[in-house]
């Protein structure tokens, strides 16, 4: 039987770092990387792209099945590849938000979905970034991170990133919105929000980007005996 390749999983809530940590590891070990996040968004952008009905429930799974994704973290920032077309802006567009929205809530692209992310696992290895990538996705991964930083701090740092871009936002509203939606994925019923029973749980609260980086690496030599 071949060798499965190692999988690294970061879970958390929203501003706890583990897109930045992820793509760091990724870069740092040579693995591919999976966004978990961004794939409704992908799904979406394929479908209006398709000209699909986003209602077509099998015709949107079909969509979400056939997609050759790529995420680049060469860059300072991660490049999103979609059927060989750079879609890194795209997927942020209102449009495709809305539609991912819609597209999310249709369990036959949530299961198609589950089967292209698993897809990802190839060798040397991957680092999956989401919410349930160790609870529901890789729950055999020999690697499992739940990372996390008060809402405080998360709104803190999601309020600084924002003004850096010249967006003005009242850092009382971001707070309101983290902490909402820290409910809302911890209570809903498809892959809740929590740590998985055997994932280290790292609290980045008082931690810098390369403090974080470091734990990390130290349990992935660990555990993966590099």
């Not at 809305?98 to 698993?118: I, K, T």
């Not at 709104?155 to 850096?164: I, K, Y």
Request: hydrophobic share 45%; no cysteine.
């Amino acid at each position: 039987m071949a060798e499965q390749a190692p999988v690294i999983t970061i879970d958390g809530p929203s501003g706890s770092g583990k897109g930045t940590i992820a793509k760091l590891l990724a870069e740092k070990l040579g693995f591919a990387l999976l966004d978990s996040g961004a794939l409704y968004r992908l799904t979406a952008l394929a479908a209006i792209r398709a000209e699909a009905d986003l209602e077509d429930e099998a015709d949107v799974a079909r969509i979400a099945s056939g997609m050759d994704i790529f995420f680049d973290v060469s860059g300072e920032e991660v490049a999103v590849t979609l059927d060989e077309d750079d879609v890194t802006r795209a997927i942020r567009m209102e449009d495709v938000s809305m539609a991912a929205s819609r597209v999310a809530a249709l369990p036959m692209v949530r299961a198609a979905l589950l089967e292209r992310q698993r897809a990802f696992r190839k060798m040397p290895g991957l680092v999956a970034d989401g919410r349930d990538m160790g609870t529901t996705v890789f729950p055999d991964a020999p690697v499992k991170v739940f990372l996390t930083a008060s809402a405080e701090e998360r709104a803190q740092r999601r309020f600084n990133q924002l003004q850096e871009k010249g967006v003005s936002v009242s850092l009382r509203d971001l707070l309101e919105d983290i902490r909402a939606r820290d409910e809302r994925d911890t209570v809903r019923s498809a892959s809740p929000l929590r740590p998985a029973g055997d994932a280290v749980q790292l609290d980045s609260t008082e931690l810098t980007i390369s403090q974080v980086l470091d734990t990390v690496l130290e349990l992935v030599r660990d555990r993966l005996k590099m």
